[in-house]
């Protein structure tokens, strides 16, 4: 059974804080992805790894950082967190061979302040 | 550009009623279209694929080129089917690949 864990499932940070949520998986998956998800947006990629130390912009990466040194963690970096970045942050992975059957995390509620 | 547009974000059924949860897309290539689901206080799962033709929990969906379409059904809701639903569409080729579009969503509530 695949499992994505996220670090914190909720989070409180002040406007400028540096932010990190981290995100490990347990089955060896090649590919890991982060997600926003806002009411009304749906599900918008920030960032994807398909290996150790590779990274790839998605299709909201502005504000946002990320780090793969290993291959079962994957972080994503706030390097100056604002209001707009309140949202729920969603870790996922899948493995090379079925990419998008991706399994993800319970999600982590950033609230910026 | 891909998009992933589902125009309903709210239904409501009576249980035993048909459903139909609709997805449109736009994408210039051959897509590979997902539904996503999240019940209440579970994770985001994959519920199914256009690909494998198959139905789960008694949903299907039917991928109509000519109407850019992929629209969810069940002939009979369930109260279990109440939650978050996704469409997704896969983007092909190179670094692409294993990038999902997602829609807005919609959210199924199934009244007894």
């Known amino acids: 059974d695949v499992k994505v864990t996220q670090s914190s499932r909720y989070l409180v940070k002040r406007t400028g804080e540096k932010v990190f949520l981290e995100c490990v998986q347990d089955?060896?998956?090649?590919?890991m992805f982060w997600y926003r998800q806002d009411p009304g947006l749906g599900l918008r990629l920030i960032y994807f790894?398909?290996?150790?130390?590779?990274?790839e912009k998605g299709d909201i990466p502005e504000g946002y950082s990320v780090s793969r040194e290993k291959k079962e963690r994957f972080s994503l970096i706030l390097e100056s967190a604002s209001t707009n970045q309140t949202s729920m942050y969603l870790c996922?992975?899948?493995?090379?061979?079925?990419?998008?059957?991706?399994?993800f995390g319970p999600g982590t509620r950033l609230t910026v302040t | 550009a891909q998009r992933v547009t589902q125009p309903e974000k709210l239904l409501s059924v009576f249980k035993g009623a048909p459903v139909e949860l609709k997805c449109n897309y736009s994408y210039s290539g051959s897509p590979e279209l997902f539904w996503y689901v999240q019940y209440s206080r579970q994770r985001l799962q994959l519920l199914l694929r256009h690909i494998s033709r198959e139905s789960i929990k008694g949903f299907t969906a039917d991928l109509n080129k000519g109407e850019t379409s992929f629209h969810l059904k069940k002939p009979f809701a369930q109260e279990e089917d109440s939650a978050m639903y996704y469409c997704a569409l896969g983007r092909l080729g190179g670094t692409s690949y294993g990038k999902l579009t997602f829609g807005q969503g919609t959210i199924l509530t199934v009244h007894p």
């Open positions: 996922a992975s899948s493995e090379t061979g079925d990419a998008y059957e991706q399994y």
């Open positions: 089955m060896d998956h090649e590919n």
């Open positions: 790894s398909y290996d150790v130390k590779m990274k």
